[in-house]
């Protein structure tokens, strides 16, 4: 029986998507005016109407409407169907009990974090989350008057062959549009995508199955932030932590934490340790050492797990003050991975080496 892995990616206008770039945008904009901005934003859309809700405390007031026009520019408004925006906001101080343990260094929740990297692609990503993702990335690049702003892709890959068995599409269309104008734009970048990585193009492809998808974004769904998280991290490959990334900034171990990991599975993939390697950190709250640090090389590892163990503790500082200054986390643009995925893109601190993130996130003294 073969091993079949199937991941999947989604565009910038799906309506989750949506809601997680505007949260993003809402910490980015608030971290750009002050470094101690503590924010916590969830955002919900449901056919015109964004609500913004969630726990802000920072000397800086965000415009809302400003930061949601600026996303909805950047994806594109007329590919979403909006005649009008109704923002609304609902937005308290964080929690003074929280902050206790935050502001002096300590998590600011319980959580389990999870980091996973592995040598099948240049990204250390799934091949399957990666070609789908880069396939999302070849489609919005199009800018096809024909095509809409949400789509999915979804792509089943058999490990034991090394082939991929089904390419999926679901990408939502202009009314006047038909499924055989899609499939001739669609097939090819399926192919192309695949063809990049060196793989097999004759898989099954499978586009707009149902054969009409003119209702798409938050007015066929409603949308949340942090729903997506399979297709923010590994495309349902490799474990992750139970908290969204997006909207939080980085002292909210769920998103910092989450990047640590990654960063050191990475560093132990790329120095040759493993060829497969998950890494997991506990914290309790209030307390800024982690609880556990657990890493899983499944089989692949050319030391012994002691050695691993020691390795983290003699290279990595695993507290939230020592995650955000080792990864620049107050200088990072989280536009960047509100959509497309936290993980694989090079230009991230904890995508690169520690040379090439301080002389490109370094400040001077």
Known sequence: MSKIYTSEQVSRGHVDKICDQIADAIVTDCLAHDKNSRVAAECLIKNSTIIIAGEISSSYEPDYADLVYGVLDRIGIDKLGYECIDVRGMITKQSADIALGVDKGGAGDQGIMFGYATNETPEFLPIPFAVATRFIGHLESLNCPMLLADAKA????????????????????????????????????????????????????????????????????????????????????????????????????????????????????????????????????????????????????????????????????????????????????????????????????????????????????
Request: glycine share 10%; with cysteine.
């Open 154 to 365: 979804q792509v089943s890959y058999d490990y034991d062959s090394g082939r991929i068995t089904t390419f999926l599409c679901s990408v939502q269309h202009r009314e006047e549009t038909s499924v055989e104008e899609i499939r001739s734009i669609i097939e090819p970048l399926m192919a192309l995508t695949a063809a990049e990585y060196g793989l097999n193009t004759d898989f099954e492809k499978l586009i707009n199955p149902t054969g009409r998808f003119v209702i798409g974004g938050s007015k066929a769904d409603c949308g949340v932030t942090g729903r997506k998280l399979a297709c923010d991290t590994y495309g349902g490959i490799g474990r992750i932590g139970g908290g969204a990334l997006s909207g939080k900034d980085p002292s909210k171990v769920d998103r910092s934490a989450a990047y640590m990991a990654r960063k050191i599975a990475i560093d132990l993939v790329k120095a040759g340790y493993c060829d497969k390697c998950e890494v997991q950190i506990g914290y309790t709250i209030g307390k800024a050492e982690p609880v556990s640090v657990v890493v899983e090389t499944f089989g692949t590892s050319a030391v012994c797990s002691p050695v691993l163990q020691k390795y983290i503790h003699d290279n990595y500082d695993l507290t939230p003050k020592g995650i955000i200054e080792y990864l620049h986390l107050l200088d990072v643009n989280y536009n960047d991975v509100s959509a497309g995925g936290h993980f694989g893109k090079k230009w991230l601190p904890w995508e690169m080496d520690d040379e090439m993130a301080n002389d490109l996130y370094g400040h001077e003294e």
